[in-house]
C-alpha cells in the first residue's frame, strides 16, 4: 500500500501561482511513477502532469504545458506541482496519483493509489 497527502490547495487570484505537494509513505516511493488529476465540479476526472520514478521523464496535458511543472524529490518522498499563471478555468480538486507503470500509462489514469484531494480556487 501507498498513501498519498495532498497539501497547499487554497485560494489565489488569477495570475497567481501555488505550489501542491503530495507526500508518500508505505512502499517504496521511488519505485512509482506519480502523477496530478484534478476535478472541477460537474467535470469528470482529468490527466495533468506525470513524472517517471526517476525524474527524467514527464508528461503534461495540453492545458497546463507551458504552466506547471511537476518534479519529485526521492529522498523526501514527496512529489510536487509548480502552478503559474494560474487561471480561474484551473479550478478543481487536485489529486495526487501513483502507479507502478510507465508515465504513459499514469496519463490514461492507470493509477494504482490516489490521495484524498486538495482543492485549489482561483478567481477572476
Known amino acids: 500500500q501507498v498513501q498519498l497527502v495532498e497539501s497547499g490547495g487554497g485560494l489565489v487570484q488569477a495570475g497567481g501561482s501555488l505550489r501542491l505537494s503530495c507526500a508518500a509513505s508505505?512502499?517504496?516511493?521511488?519505485?512509482?511513477?506519480m502523477g496530478w488529476f484534478r476535478q472541477a465540479p460537474g467535470k469528470e476526472r482529468e490527466f495533468v502532469a506525470a513524472i517517471n520514478w526517476s525524474g527524467g521523464s514527464t508528461s503534461y496535458a495540453d492545458a497546463v504545458k507551458g504552466r506547471f511543472t511537476i518534479s519529485r524529490d526521492n529522498a523526501k518522498n514527496t512529489v510536487y506541482l509548480q502552478m503559474n499563471s494560474l487561471r480561474p478555468e484551473d479550478t478543481a480538486v487536485y489529486y495526487c496519483?501513483?502507479?507502478?507503470?510507465?508515465?504513459?500509462?499514469?496519463?490514461?489514469?492507470?493509477?494504482?493509489?490516489w490521495g484524498q484531494g486538495t482543492q485549489v480556487t482561483v478567481s477572476s
Open positions: 496519483a501513483a502507479g507502478y507503470r510507465a508515465v504513459s500509462t499514469i496519463a490514461l489514469g492507470m493509477v494504482d493509489y
Open positions: 508505505g512502499r517504496t516511493f521511488s519505485n512509482y511513477a
